[in-house]
């Protein structure tokens, strides 16, 4: 029997969208990095983030909650009233304002920080929810992940990407964003796939991550993936 997974992401680069005019889904990256790292059936139910942030909650409880905390402890009330969801995943980019840093010692922090405001927000609710729950939060955005696995780039287009090559420390590169020779992820995944004559679609997003190994997503991500890959170990 498939495992029923509660999810919501920053957007439709990670998690994918709604159809235009239907119910269905079009999945992202995310769900295929999640179903590589438990190798379980699941079925996901996908919420948008206006809808998480329209559930309403007891005041005294959101004082209680900071950040990411509150975002959380929706999702929980969410996967209640819909009865039959056996595990949350609570996706969070560890970029924003505090992104810029190269520094593996501050990156650590800031998805320590990040992780414990989301595992806040899963306790406040129950203890039951908090250990069937789990933040995933790449360093910096889902495009450092996928700038990992050599050999996925290689299933999905035929030979290892060179000009230029992968980042060593996927998680550690930055650059401004609105500068398309910087070390930006998004930037730095362009000119990678630019080699091939592609682009950043949803479709090469799922290929390369449907493409993945776990083993050298762990090595090259140790900051940000090994800690939810341990995590969602009790899923399967």
């Known amino acids: 029997m498939a495992k029923k997974v509660l ?6 680069t990670d998690y994918g969208r709604q159809k235009y005019g239907s119910k269905e889904w079009e999945e992202g990256p995310v769900q295929s990095i999640i179903r590589k790292s438990v190798q379980v059936d699941i079925e996901f139910t996908c919420v948008i983030k206006n809808g998480v942030r329209d559930v ?20 929980c009330v969410m996967a209640n009233e819909l009865g039959d969801i056996d595990n949350i995943v609570c ?13 593996a010692r501050d990156a650590k922090k800031r998805v320590q920080d990040i992780y414990n405001e989301i595992q806040m927000g899963f306790a406040q609710f129950s203890a039951t929810r908090s250990e069937s729950s789990f933040p995933m939060i790449p360093l910096k955005m889902i495009e450092s992940w996928l700038l990992a696995d050599e050999i996925a780039f290689t299933a999905c287009f035929g030979k290892p990407p060179t000009r230029p090559s992968l980042p060593r420390q996927p998680e550690l590169i930055w650059g ?8 930006h992820p998004k930037n730095y995944l362009k000119r990678v796939l630019e080699q091939y004559g592609e682009q950043g679609t949803i479709e090469i997003f799922i ?13 090259k991500c140790p900051i940000s993936f090994e800690q939810f890959y341990q995590d969602v170990q009790v899923i399967g």
């Open 7 to 12: 999810l919501c992401g920053e957007g439709p």
């Open 56 to 75: 309403k909650i007891q005041r005294r409880t959101s004082e209680k909650l900071k950040g990411h905390a509150v975002k959380a402890y929706k999702l």
């Open 91 to 103: 996706y969070v980019d560890a970029d924003r304002d505090q992104g810029s840093s190269k520094s």
């Open 176 to 183: 401004d964003e609105n500068d398309p020779t910087s070390d």
């Open 207 to 219: 290929c390369i991550a449907k493409n993945m190994t776990t083993d050298i997503l762990r090595r």
